[in-house]
């Protein structure tokens, strides 16, 4: 089998895994339980799965272009979340359809992609390019959209173009991280928590 040949599926096997018991978890959370926090100062479990959710679709869709329009809605739905700390409060089936419609993205993005193409660059998104995607984001997050391009703007920092191994890295890294804070709440609160092996 030549390298042309070899998806990078079978490498992310445990992330799939693990997409499946953190979709387990969430499904079946009360509004209520969605607003749990491990202190007042920490993200409600909502927050935490909004944030994964626009991660994923920022990273793969947005800047890497994978996917389709559907997924435009989801890449700065967690705006309000990290521009302000504002719950969403989305319910627990939007929640899980936003992890299903990303982790289908990233399993067919992987199944495409090959060890080769892991070098391949992306370049960074320029003030134009953050306009462009702020005026896509819903009319509720739009006062969120635009802090986040204004505080892009004041902090005139160059970031360098990144390779598709990065992305995939950073992504998966980010998945892990804020499901461990998402489990840690859940177990906190006496709930199911995201089992791993």
Same mark, same amino acid.
């Given at each position: 089998?030549?390298?042309?040949?070899?998806?990078? %599926?079978?490498?992310?096997?445990?992330?799939?895994?693990?997409? /499946?018991?953190? $979709?387990?978890?969430?499904?079946?959370?009360?509004?209520? /339980?969605?607003? %749990?926090?491990?202190?007042? /100062?920490?993200?409600?479990?909502?927050?935490?799965?909004?944030?994964?959710?626009?991660?994923?679709?920022?990273?793969?869709?947005?800047?890497?272009?994978?996917?389709?329009?559907?997924?435009?809605?989801?890449?700065?739905?967690?705006?309000?979340?990290?521009?302000?700390? $504002?719950?969403?409060?989305?319910?627990?089936?939007?929640? $899980?359809?936003?992890?299903?419609?990303?982790?289908?993205?990233? &399993? /067919?993005?992987?199944?495409?992609?090959?060890?080769?193409?892991?070098?391949?660059?992306?370049?960074?998104?320029?003030?134009?390019?953050?306009?462009?995607?702020?005026? %896509?984001?819903?009319?509720?997050?739009?006062?969120?959209?635009?802090?986040?391009?204004?505080?892009?703007? &004041?902090?005139?920092?160059?970031?360098?173009?990144?390779?598709?191994?990065?992305?995939?890295?950073?992504?998966? &890294?980010?998945?892990?991280?804020?499901?461990?804070?998402?489990?840690?709440?859940?177990?906190?609160?006496?709930?199911? $928590?995201?089992? %791993?092996?």
């Amino acid at each position: 089998m030549t390298e042309h040949q070899l998806s990078l %599926l079978p490498f992310y096997t445990g992330w799939g895994i693990y997409q /499946q018991r953190l $979709v387990a978890a969430i499904a079946p959370l009360t509004q209520e /339980q969605l607003a %749990l926090r491990l202190t007042p /100062q920490h993200w409600s479990i909502g927050m935490y799965v909004t944030h994964i959710v626009a991660d994923r679709a920022w990273w793969f869709h947005a800047r890497m272009g994978e996917g389709g329009d559907e997924l435009t809605s989801l890449e700065l739905w967690a705006l309000g979340v990290c521009e302000a700390g $504002v719950d969403p409060l989305h319910s627990a089936a939007e929640l $899980v359809t936003g992890l299903e419609k990303t982790w289908q993205l990233i &399993q /067919q993005t992987l199944a495409r992609l090959t060890p080769a193409d892991l070098e391949r660059l992306v370049a960074p998104l320029d003030d134009a390019g953050r306009v462009r995607h702020a005026k %896509l984001v819903e009319p509720a997050l739009q006062p969120y959209a635009q802090m986040w391009v204004e505080a892009a703007r &004041q902090a005139h920092v160059v970031r360098p173009a990144v390779s598709l191994q990065r992305i995939i890295w950073g992504v998966l &890294q980010h998945d892990i991280h804020h499901g461990s804070e998402i489990s840690t709440t859940l177990g906190v609160h006496g709930l199911p $928590v995201v089992e %791993l092996d």
